[in-house]
């Protein structure tokens, strides 16, 4: 399988400690991407490396990340490690851009799910924009199947970029979307994968905190915005 590298995060699994795996590679284009080097990376690591790296982490961790990349281009990969991880008592969370509902689809009818991070970088009707490809209508499909799971935790997360949205673009897609959190993310501009970003300011805090205040009345669940500043607050 192809695996970039990982790391133990106390904030990727709300409330647990996690190994995050990111998995290599990705088809999508998103100009803003600051994973570009695990793009290409085409470094492969068998499934005893990467469960002998669990099992080294097992003692001080709660939960298992699969992270990006798009993981779910390893879809083969994803059911031996969360088979894997589930039946040493571990949590699993799955990180994705959403465009393989299919693939969605079958991880949750084998239960292997307790978590999904979906990242929803547009309106879904404006997807070519942000990502390069028009499957916005994928990823919204893929959020209705997990949102029909009760058992799976739904965050849907954003990564704000001021040349990109607009403030009423957030305020459509948050007004399009269901699930039990929505993180609103501060847009870093170094190492991404298109140039012209680099010379776009990062939002302030100040102004993605106003921001989620604006969007927090169309949202039924938790609200929050993630900044280098000040890590997760929620908006109350
Ligand atoms: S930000 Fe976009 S291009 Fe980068 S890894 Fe995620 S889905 Fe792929």
């Known amino acids: 399988m192809y695996v970039g590298g990982t ?108 978590f999904v991070s979906l990242d929803v970088k547009a309106p879904f009707e404006k997807y070519r924009k942000v990502t390069g490809a028009n499957v916005g209508a994928n990823v919204k499909k893929s959020m209705k199947l997990i949102n029909n799971d009760s058992n799976v935790h739904l965050e849907i997360r954003t990564t704000y970029v001021p040349t990109l949205h607009t403030k009423k673009d957030i305020f459509n897609l948050v007004n399009d979307i269901e699930g039990d959190i929505y993180t609103l993310q501060q847009f870093r501009n170094k190492n991404v994968l298109d140039p012209a970003l680099e010379k776009v300011d990062v939002p302030n805090p100040h102004d993605l905190r106003k921001l989620a205040e604006y969007v927090k009345p169309v949202f039924e669940g938790v609200v929050k915005v993630k900044t280098a500043e000040f890590g997760e607050q929620i908006i109350e």
């Open 7 to 114: 790391l133990i995060s106390s904030v990727e699994f709300h409330g647990n400690m996690s190994l995050v795996i990111f998995m290599s590679q990705c088809p999508l284009a998103c100009r803003y991407c600051h994973n570009v080097e695990l793009l290409e990376d085409k470094t492969q690591k068998s499934f005893e490396e990467v469960k002998s790296e669990i099992d080294n982490a097992a003692d001080f961790i709660d939960a298992v990340v699969l992270s990006g990349g798009e993981p779910l281009m390893q879809l083969d990969a994803l059911i031996e490690l969360f088979t894997y991880i589930k039946s040493i008592g571990l949590k699993t969370k799955l990180d994705t851009s959403g465009i393989y509902p299919d693939k969605i689809e079958k991880l949750l009818e084998m239960g292997l799910l307790d």
